[in-house]
């Protein structure tokens, strides 16, 4: 794509707020989610910057609208890495997920090549973050709850399934457009728990950044009695630990409490 590596601006000394870590947080523009949790799941000396890819059609409401959105996703992420790089950040997070399971772990490789190519960056994405996290915690079979369409499902399937998970279930949301994904509410989500809380699933996982859950799941651990990882506590977890950040958090799950 022609995007310049900006691998060589290290820091010259120790940002006064972000003096632990400051990291790269990359969105797409209809994203109003990410930002916020983060902030919530925030610890002393980390510092969160965002930089927003430009979403021209926010349209999801198929499978090819779907595939749409993340081509834009695809054409504009570079100019998006490059941009929050000039804030010399030590290291760079994905708050989006779609394209983080696409094609599978080949796809999630491909990707995280392509940020650490033009950052120079360790990334955390939310695909590897849930899988680091299932593996951890002894998960086998899972349940799913995203946003998505068919097409979008599958490919999450595909992620899982060839890490040697048993998707027992999954529920996609089928929202219409990315902005709607944010106007989920509570009871919705609660209903797609119960769904996708078969008997035998060891461990739910939620897909999507912009379905707001970190807090939802963090109680529905304590109604089903085993873990529920909303993606973007498993994705900030990650990064913590990536940068041998340790503390742990309250109220955002299982792995940010415990691991």
């Known amino acids: 794509m022609g995007f310049v590596n900006v691998a060589n601006t290290e820091p010259s000394g120790r940002d ?10 990359i969105i797409p523009s209809t994203n109003t989610v990410v930002e916020p949790e983060f ?3 925030s610890v002393p000396g980390v510092t969160a910057h965002t930089s927003r890819i430009h979403i021209h059609d926010q349209d999801l409401s198929s499978d090819d609208a779907m595939v749409r959105l993340l081509e834009q996703i695809r054409t504009e992420i570079g100019h998006a ?3 929050v790089c000039t804030a010399q950040p030590d290291y760079m997070v994905m708050g989006m ?7 599978g772990v080949e796809g999630n490789r491909r990707f995280t090549k392509q940020i650490n190519d033009i950052s120079g960056l360790q990334v955390a994405t939310g695909a590897e973050a849930c899988e680091r996290g299932l593996k951890l915690l002894g998960a086998k079979r899972i349940g799913i709850i995203t946003p998505y369409q068919p097409v979008g499902d599958g490919n999450v399937v595909k992620f899982f399934t060839e890490l040697g998970f048993e998707v027992a279930a ?21 209903e797609a728990l119960v769904k996708v809380n078969q008997p035998d699933v060891d461990a739910i996982v939620q897909c999507g950044t912009n379905l707001s859950m970190v807090h939802l799941a963090d109680e529905a651990e304590r109604w089903f009695g085993k873990p529920v990882i909303a993606i973007n506590a498993a994705t900030w977890w990650m990064a913590l630990r990536d940068n041998g950040i340790t503390d742990q958090l309250h109220g955002f799950g299982t792995l940010l409490r415990e691991h």
Do not use: N, Y
């Open 39 to 41: 902030h919530a799941m």
């Open 170 to 190: 999954i529920e996609g949301l089928k929202c219409p457009t990315a902005v709607a994904i944010a106007e989920v509410g509570e009871a919705q989500l609660r």
């Open 16 to 25: 006064v707020l972000g003096w632990r870590r400051k990291f790269g947080v």
């Open 97 to 103: 997920s779609a394209e983080t399971f696409w094609d």
């Open 81 to 83: 890495v490059s941009r």
